[in-house]
T-cell receptor, first 111, second 112 residues
Framework: EDKVVQSPLSLVVHEGDTVTLNCSYE??????LLWYKQEKKAPTFLFML????IEKKSGRLSSILDKKELFSILNITATQTGDSAVYLC???????????FGAGTILRVKS | SQTIHQWPATLVQPVGSPLSLECTVE??????LYWYRQAAGRGLQLLFY??????ISSEVPQNLSASRPQDRQFILSSKKLLLSDSGFYLC???????????FGNGTRLTVT
């Protein structure tokens, strides 16, 4: 059965800490993996990964995909209270039309 | 860039009443459209997706249905709501299978 698993389910850190969020998947016909941040309402897009070993970076956030081991990580360095959110991972397969999300990681950054 | 309009923002409906949530998209043509439901602020459950007018793929058997009467319009419906239908419903759009998914602002549905 195709599935997307995120870990940890929740995480509390202090400002300035570095966090690593994990997303593993078991799917057939993998096409891409996407990361989103959700605060109050709609998830906002962070990264889309299609190739192994190529890091994508935006400010303090970075992400990388390992297609051999079937996982991705999202790193946040020097965390700030504004990073508090639910971080969602999604995998696209079946020729890219279907996207399934993991349960998410709730991150809380304490000041 | 694409804009996704979703309404209403909040909705309270009694058990057994019908439901119709509408989503319209601007700024792209022939998009892939999606309905997701989110319970308790956690992961998104894929309900339906559509790759074209009249083409609907259902992911979860339930009392909901979806329709796509126009290229940039996606409707989520129910004939009789259940308590378990409460949740946060999100419409999403992507212009191609190589592009990211973008979301509307969602409808928070409470079935009482």
């Amino acid at each position: 059965e195709d599935k997307v698993v995120q870990s940890p389910l929740s995480l509390v850190v202090h400002e300035g800490d570095t966090v690593t969020l994990n997303c593993s998947y078991e799917v057939t016909n993998f096409r891409s993996l996407l990361w989103y941040k959700q605060e109050k309402k709609a998830p906002t897009f962070l990264f889309m990964l299609t190739s192994s070993g190529i890091e994508k970076k935006s400010g303090r956030l970075s992400s990388i995909l390992d297609k051999k081991e079937l996982f991705s990580i999202l790193n946040i360095t020097a965390t700030q209270t504004g990073d508090s959110a639910v971080y969602l991972c999604a995998v696209a397969w079946e020729y890219g039309n279907k996207l399934v999300f993991g349960a998410g990681t709730i991150l809380r950054v304490k000041s | 860039s694409q804009t996704i309009h979703q309404w209403p923002a909040t909705l309270v409906q009694p058990v057994g009443s019908p439901l119709s949530l509408e989503c319209t998209v601007e700024g792209t043509s022939n998009p892939n459209l999606y309905w997701y439901r989110q319970a308790a602020g956690r992961g998104l459950q894929l309900l339906f997706y559509s790759v074209g007018i009249g083409q609907i793929s259902s992911e979860v058997p339930q009392n909901l249905s979806a329709s796509r009467p126009q290229d940039r319009q996606f409707i989520l419906s129910s004939k009789k709501l259940l308590l378990s239908d409460s949740g946060f419903y999100l419409c999403a759009c992507r212009s191609s299978y190589n592009s990211p998914l973008h979301f509307g602002n969602g409808t928070r549905l409470t079935v009482t």
